[in-house]
């Protein structure tokens, strides 16, 4: 895992001086990317949970939790349509959770200041629901998935093509390079949601093009509103999308657990 660089400004904070400070609050200044951090807490607090209801230890997989909310695509089918967003809350194993909450909180601190919490939860959330459907759409119609990785890979790619797009070809290129290795690992391990990555990677770089583009003008007075229409449209089509791929399994128990991780 390497750490992305902080420092990503939006054009028009760039020609803003920075203010220096030193002393305590310099080393609490937390306020620039507090969905960020909530979205973690909400992660840790829904693991715990997990392992409380679990068997025990750092392994999550028996836990009731997974099985009543992970995503499997015969139960969207059947009607589960929640799944497609709390599946992407939960996690199988401590290690699972712990890359996805590093990766999650270094890629934070650099986009959410830049483009703004509604932004920045906008991607998010539009992220894990087309890596939701990139699961649906590529994975066994039984097997369960878990894993904030869909909504993770949107932030990595809408953070390379925001920062290309202003310019910070040095961010871009580090975030690609990361974008890259994830993508190997994806297609070489066995266990991975490879739909669910790139779902969630498809997703966010079209959020990352949406802004962009508003701030190129291509979206004339109203780029705002267009960019989180936009956003809202990618998340609407990969539910709908979603649901249309999935395909019920009338009478089948739900007793064994096939975890992919997304």
């Known amino acids: 895992m390497t750490t992305t660089p902080v420092g990503m400004r939006c054009p028009e904070c760039a020609t803003e001086k920075t203010r220096v400070r030193s002393g305590p609050a310099a080393t609490s200044q937390v306020g620039g ?94 992220s894990l629901l087309a890596g939701s459907f990139g699961a649906v759409l590529l994975s066994d119609n039984l097997a369960l998935t878990v894993g904030a990785s869909g909504a993770v890979f949107g932030l990595f790619a809408a953070t ?32 991975i949601s490879i739909g669910g990555h790139l779902g969630g990677l498809i997703g966010g770089g079209l959020c990352g093009i949406l802004v962009i583009a508003g701030e190129r003008g291509y979206l004339g007075s109203n780029a705002r509103l267009l960019e989180y229409g936009g956003m809202i449209a990618i998340a609407a089509v990969s539910v709908f999308a979603a649901i249309s791929a999935a395909e019920p399994v009338p009478g089948l128990h739900f007793a064994v657990l096939n975890l992919p991780f997304l």
């Open 160 to 191: 390379f093509i925001i920062a290309y797009g202003r310019g910070l070809g040095h961010v871009a290129n580090e975030i690609g390079l990361i974008i890259g290795i994830n993508l190997l690992l994806t297609f070489t391990i066995s266990g």
């Open 33 to 126: 990317y507090p969905a960020t951090i909530a979205l973690i807490a909400i992660n840790v607090v829904v693991f715990l949970a997990e392992m409380a209801t679990g068997s025990g230890g750092l392994s999550s997989t028996s836990s009731d939790l997974i099985s009543d909310f992970g995503l499997r695509g015969a139960q969207v089918a059947d009607g589960e349509t929640y799944r497609l967003v709390t599946s992407g809350f939960l996690h199988a194993g401590f290690m699972h959770i712990a890359f996805n909450m590093i990766a999650l909180y270094f890629l934070g601190r650099v986009l959410e200041p830049s483009i703004g919490t509604v932004r920045f939860l906008m991607v998010y959330f539009a």
